[in-house]
């Protein structure tokens, strides 16, 4: 469960600290105090997406901080470990989003990548927007909350993987067949061009050789005389040489050695620079019998390059490319060559894969079948508590496959929608085309909380969701979100005193401001207190004692409520 969240220069917060207990806790506020701010900074801190102007005026940075007490958490303990990131039986998960927009994320005090920390937030928490009802009506939506409450999402991941590699060899085999009009003119061009790049014969490595080379030979007579002359002052040369000059010089020193012993070891410098002045004369000897002067060798070089670069430009490459070319052609022939025989291999992967597809698809309906009818019987159920007696709710089923293999999609075989009669007597229409706005609200919470009961998310948080009823209807909302606090960790903003008055844990969020600046707090509520947030949220400015008294009898009443 969430045990804190702390938030740092987010919007127009400055600094808050808020410790959260198990059951239901809800937090309220005057529109506009910022209920809906914290909500946002445990998304962030979660892993939800942040830019600069989050950052509070004047601050260099927006900072959110969250601890979970994972002690009962055993599969997100072993996520942990496996990541490497384990701590106990706590977590720690920090956001931090600079003034430049750039954002960083940290788990258990490390560095951590946005999309892990988004994977192991849903892990945690999981965030019921305010706006949710208006998206109720989308069909893709309806189909995800009951893939959710189906537990399907091993099964919705290998239908869509199944229905990729379907796909990419679809794309393949219609290529295949798409090419084979041109496939004789292709292999004529590239039989054509291979020969000629055959009939060339470019080596790997070769257009550098025979540049280096086109080069030499180009410089042979400044080389050779330059060797020449090295040769010449290192050993050759009668009027003395580098040689002969160190070997005196040895032979003075070591007719000296009898004086002063240390003279030794300047004899063995001079032998040693003998040697390796005696492997240079060598070096350039073998060198300069390497020169070739021959203009008939120059001319085939540059004859050569030539030719290369010809070719090179034809293919569109560069010369030193020109060996990948030739590889490149070849294969591409060998697979024009071999394309009949691929064909029919394609056709037979081609069927496995379909057959594969339909397979995972085909299982994933059967569970959303088995689970569609006792998502209708639960919300049908609740519905009556939510003020629509006698209203029914339908999850239907339409399967795409037998509008043939084009109507398959990577979400599965099947078209979900919602049905909905508010009244007795009336057929189920679709739901976004029947349901008002309070009933939306109502079936939207109904859904929330019908389908998050088998989820294993320990932390659930509504965010206005009960906004669009009041009176007695308000109060089963109330009554829903407790039975849920019974099981995990509820979390709720609410305008509702109906609602606020069930919970364990009352929490007011309050905007304070000194003319110069605006900021929001948020401060737990003793019994005193609660009477007093419960009687603002009946009675609106003016607080009479008819209203304390009010709020009063409803807090004294909540244990038998939730009962």
Request: net charge negative.
């Amino acid at each position: 469960m969430l045990k804190n969240l702390s938030i740092r220069d987010f919007a127009i917060v400055d600094r808050i600290d808020v410790d959260f207990s198990p059951g239901m806790t809800v937090l309220t506020g005057e529109t506009g105090a910022g209920k809906s701010i914290l909500v946002d900074a445990l998304g962030l801190v979660l892993g939800d997406r942040g830019n600069s102007q989050l950052v509070r005026e004047g601050a260099k940075r927006a900072e959110f901080a969250a601890e979970f007490d994972l002690s009962r958490l055993p599969a997100v303990q072993a996520w942990l470990e496996a990541q490497a990131l384990d701590a106990d039986d706590e977590c720690l998960l920090r956001r931090v989003i600079g003034v430049d927009g750039r954002s960083r994320a940290f788990v258990n005090g490390n560095a951590t990548p946005l999309q892990q920390l988004r994977t192991l937030g849903d892990m945690l928490v999981d965030i019921h927007g305010q706006h949710f009802h208006q998206s109720l009506g989308r069909r893709d939506v309806q189909r995800q909350l009951l893939d959710h409450y189906a537990d399907a999402a091993e099964l919705c991941e290998a239908t869509a993987t199944a229905f990729e590699h379907w796909q990419t060899l679809k794309d393949r085999h219609d290529a295949l067949i798409a090419a084979d009009a041109d496939r004789d003119s292709r292999q004529d061009l590239l039989t054509f061009q291979l020969r000629e790049l055959e009939a060339l014969g470019p080596e790997d490595g070769e257009f550098e050789r025979l540049s280096a080379e086109r080069q030499r030979l180009a410089s042979g007579g400044r080389l050779l005389t330059g060797l020449t002359d090295a040769l010449d002052r290192i050993s050759e040369s009668e009027g003395g040489n580098a040689t002969g000059l160190i070997a005196a010089a040895s032979r003075d020193i070591d007719a000296l050695i009898d004086v002063d012993q240390h003279l030794g070891s300047i004899v063995e410098l001079l032998d040693g620079a003998a040697i390796q002045l005696a492997e240079a004369r060598e070096a350039l000897q073998r060198y300069r019998d390497t020169i070739d002067m021959d203009p008939a060798r120059q001319d085939w070089v540059e004859e050569r390059l030539d030719s290369m670069t010809t070719l090179a430009r034809k293919h569109r490459t560069t010369a030193d490319r020109l060996p990948e070319k030739a590889t490149a052609l070849r294969l591409e022939l060998e697979e024009l060559t071999g394309a009949e025989a691929r064909g029919r291999e394609l056709e037979r992967e081609l069927e496995a894969a379909r057959a594969a597809y339909f397979e995972h698809a085909r299982a994933l309906s059967e569970r959303r079948r088995t689970a569609a009818e006792s998502l209708s019987a639960e919300v049908g159920d609740a519905m009556a508590g939510l003020g629509m007696p006698g209203g029914q709710f339908v999850v239907a089923i339409a399967e795409l496959a037998e509008l043939g293999d084009d109507a398959a999609k990577a979400t599965g075989i099947d078209d979900i929608e919602f049905l909905i009669s508010a009244n007795p007597g009336q057929a189920p229409m679709p739901l976004a085309r029947v349901a008002s706005g309070g009933e939306l609200s109502r079936m939207s919470l109904a859904i929330q909380v019908i389908v998050s009961d088998g989820s294993t998310v320990p932390t659930m948080v509504f965010d206005e969701v009960d906004s669009g009823v009041g009176g007695g209807i308000a109060e089963m909302v109330g009554r829903r979100l407790f039975d849920l606090g019974a099981s995990r960790q509820v979390l709720c903003v609410t305008h509702l005193p109906q609602v606020a008055c069930l919970a364990h844990q009352h929490l007011r969020i309050s905007k304070m401001t000194d003319g110069k600046a605006t900021r929001t707090g948020v401060a737990p509520l003793k019994k005193s207190e609660r009477i007093e947030e419960l009687a603002r949220m009946l009675g609106g400015v003016e607080i009479t004692q008819t209203t304390l008294d009010h709020a009063e009898e409803m807090l004294a009443g909540a244990p038998k409520k939730r009962a």
